[in-house]
């Protein structure tokens, strides 16, 4: 049974930083492209970011470039996203996803999901 576990997120201030992390298990995730997306309350869930399982070829969404840098230990079996300089903006839940190949910026073109981890922001 595959699962994408998250964990990390909690209440900041805005300007801190967070490193959210996804321990996956299950099946083997050679090949995979894992993702980070984010769910605003009413809103679309929205890309962040994605690597491939090897650790190479990091995409990134507008919401994040230049503040979230993702990153992947395959040996952990665990991906992160570190974010820097949080902006009340940013507050969602952050799901973790998997998706075999290829990056893709649409969430339902992901295989696997995890069940989301809250960041919240204060101004």
């Known amino acids: 049974q595959v699962q994408l576990v998250e964990s990390g997120g909690g209440l900041v201030q805005a300007g801190a930083s967070l490193r959210l992390s996804c321990r996956a298990s299950g099946r083997t995730f050679v090949n995979y492209q894992m993702a980070w997306f984010r769910q605003a309350p009413g809103k679309e869930r929205v890309f962040v970011a994605a690597i491939n399982w090897s650790g190479r070829g990091s995409k990134y969404g507008d919401s994040g470039k230049g503040r979230f840098t993702i990153s992947m230990d395959s040996a952990r079996n665990t991906l992160y996203l570190q974010m820097n300089d949080l902006k009340p903006e940013d507050a969602a839940v952050y799901y973790c996803?998997?998706?075999?190949?290829?990056?893709?910026?649409?969430?339902?073109?992901?295989?696997?999901w995890g069940q989301g981890t809250q960041v919240t922001v204060s101004s």
């Open positions: 996803a998997a998706r075999f190949s290829v990056a893709t910026y649409a969430a339902d073109e992901y295989t696997y």
